[in-house]
């Protein structure tokens, strides 16, 4: 049977699972399920990334965890989803890095707000973005959110991700959090600001008003037409 859950990430399971597992065998089914050629500089990522979290999740072995989650619109794929007590944490890894880079900062905010504005079961939850450059000094963080529960992004190291993790849930409120499983598997749905944005920004416009397109003006406006 196709495995929709599989389909949203290379590999997926209880955390309490992944500890208990080697480092080989979940490498294995992320490269099973990578589409694309594998290079060297990838697969040592892969492993860094599965030894540092089972130090580090050690400590909270009831969440779950997966690897390569499709991140809504246009295709993006999260490094590592962690669900814990009812809050999405975001982790990108940045192996061998010894700062914190201004665009890999913004690249894990940019994640955590796909999900909050596009991911069905992420619209309500708190959703913290986690830039991990595993070399770099620990820093220390001021744990702000905006007011739809997105937290600014965090910063780790390989050293200290789940004292970040347990230090979000102690600043958060309870949230009844949906199954994992219906969490990974669910729809891409705008949240109705998105799409009341989009409705005050085009209305009365006719589509070559738009000036980005990836389609192109032709194809939108005959698409446009079509529809119509």
């Not at 992944?18 to 892969?46: C, H, S, Y």
């Not at 999740?57 to 962690?82: Q, W």
């Not at 007590?85 to 900062?105: C, M, S």
């Not at 409705?199 to 009365?204: E, I, P, V």
Request: hydrophobic letters at 40%; one cysteine or more.
């Amino acid at each position: 049977m196709y495995n929709i859950e599989m389909s949203r990430a290379y590999y997926s399971s209880l955390t309490k699972e992944f500890l208990l597992m080697k480092t080989e065998e979940i490498l294995g089914e992320i490269v099973i399920n990578n589409t694309f050629p594998l290079e060297d500089l990838q697969r040592d990522a892969w492993v860094s990334q599965i030894e540092i979290l089972k130090k580090e999740l050690a400590r909270i072995p009831e969440s779950f965890i997966a690897f390569e989650y499709t991140i809504p619109r246009m295709g993006k794929r999260a490094d590592v989803i962690v669900l814990h007590q009812g809050i999405v944490f975001v982790l990108e890894f940045k192996v061998g890095e010894k700062a914190y880079p201004h665009h890999a900062i913004m690249q894990s905010l940019d994640y955590a707000m796909d999900l909050k504005n596009f991911h069905e079961l992420s619209h309500n939850c708190p959703i913290a973005p986690v830039l991990v450059s595993t070399e770099a000094p620990a820093m220390e963080n001021l744990f702000e959110s905006f007011e739809d529960k997105v937290f600014k992004t965090l910063l780790a190291n390989k050293s200290n991700i789940s004292d970040i993790i347990l230090g979000i849930v102690d600043r958060s409120d309870i949230y009844q959090f949906p199954s994992r499983s219906l969490w990974m598997n669910a729809k891409y749905r705008p949240t109705p600001t998105i799409i009341e944005a989009a409705q005050a920004l085009y209305g009365g416009h006719d589509v070559k008003d738009i000036s980005r397109s990836d389609s192109g003006a032709i194809n939108l406006s005959e698409t446009s037409d079509e529809i119509s």
